[in-house]
């Protein structure tokens, strides 16, 4: 019996797997907060980090003395990747309307759809993982209700001074500045009319509170909006991933061999993931099949890195 050619025994496709590991929905912000990191296992320890970089030892010695040791390397709670996997479907008709039409690529095309909804899912699972106050210390989270909340225009509201507040919760218990804000849409949509920024902003020449503006106003690197939403299974209703919420972090890409860092979290990536399949035909729908596998987990690695508004507006 031949032997398979190396086209038929290849089971990844080179160009489809770089169009997917390159792929990127711009509606999608977990990726500020859970930067991805590579990992080469599917299961391990979350790499977290101490306040030894913090703590002022005693490092003088005495000839004869003892040299004093300071030990690195962290590892906090398990975590297990999850496998995904998903098929973009085009008819063989669609091909061949294709072929005549101008030009476009339908299985670039199939492989973008399914890499927007897989990242759709985990935009989703970051969200949920960011927005669970139990995933905070008592001094990383507060809850907003009645005149507190940002929708509150009679003057009691004071955004500046709640964020100032996350600000320094997260620089008392890490030493370091909140360099990132996500914001629900209907937050921002507040904050844009809020009497205290409209004051602020009249002086600039502005007329509109932009994430730039607000970067400037709170003094925070990057501010961005987290507009994704998500329906259910009946396509009835559209609920906005990142809801109310506002959460201030930390983060910073680095490698997970680099023990230490203090950011908030990660997305643990299983190296040389995501990847494409070869395409393949199934006869019985007539159709060409594109599957996108993927093997990735969000994880908090240093929940004080963070601080969670709950509740922002009504």
């Known amino acids: 019996m031949p032997g398979l050619s190396p086209t038929q025994a290849r089971i990844v496709d080179p160009v489809l797997t770089t169009i997917a590991q390159g792929y990127r929905n ?16 599917r299961g391990g320890q979350v790499i977290t980090f101490g306040k030894e970089g913090f703590m002022l030892y005693t490092s003088q010695r005495a000839p ?6 300071v030990q690195f390397g962290y ?27 101008p030009g476009i690529d339908l299985g670039e095309g199939a492989v973008n759809g399914v890499s927007s909804i897989m ?20 001094g990383n989270k507060i809850t907003l209700s009645g005149t507190s909340q940002w929708s509150d225009f009679t003057g009691v509201s004071a955004p500046a001074t709640a964020i100032e507040t996350g600000k320094e ?37 502005r007329d509109v509170a932009t994430p730039g ?19 259910n299974d009946a396509g009835t209703a559209f609920t906005d991933v990142w ?18 860092v203090p950011s908030y979290g990660y997305t643990y990536n299983l190296r040389g993931y995501p990847w494409a399949e070869e395409p393949y035909m199934d006869r019985n ?21 963070a601080y969670l508004i709950t509740n922002a507006v009504a």
């Open 26 to 41: 711009n509606a999608m912000v977990a990726q500020f907060l859970f930067p991805r990191v590579d990992v080469t296992l």
């Open 64 to 69: 004869g003395e003892n040299t004093k040791r």
């Open 75 to 101: 590892a906090g709670a398990p975590y297990a990747l999850i496998d995904y996997g998903l098929e973009g479907q085009v008819p063989i008709e669609s091909l061949q309307e294709g072929q005549n039409g």
């Open 119 to 138: 990242d759709l899912r985990l935009e989703k699972h970051s969200a949920d993982l960011a927005r669970n106050p139990a995933n905070y210390p008592a």
């Open 169 to 205: 919760a997260i620089r008392a218990a890490t030493g370091k500045t909140p360099n990132t804000m996500v914001l629900g849409p209907a937050v921002a949509s507040k904050l844009k009319l809020h009497p205290a920024i409209i004051d602020r902003m009249k002086y600039t020449g």
């Open 213 to 231: 503006f607000l970067q400037d106003l709170f003094g925070i690197d990057r501010i961005v909006i987290g507009s994704a939403i998500y329906t």
């Open 243 to 260: 809801g109310k919420d506002v959460v201030l972090a930390y983060t910073e890409t680095a490698t997970v061999a680099q023990q230490g």
């Open 285 to 305: 729908t007539k159709s060409w099949l594109y599957p996108v596998d993927r093997a990735e987990q969000p994880v908090i690695a240093a929940a004080t890195a």
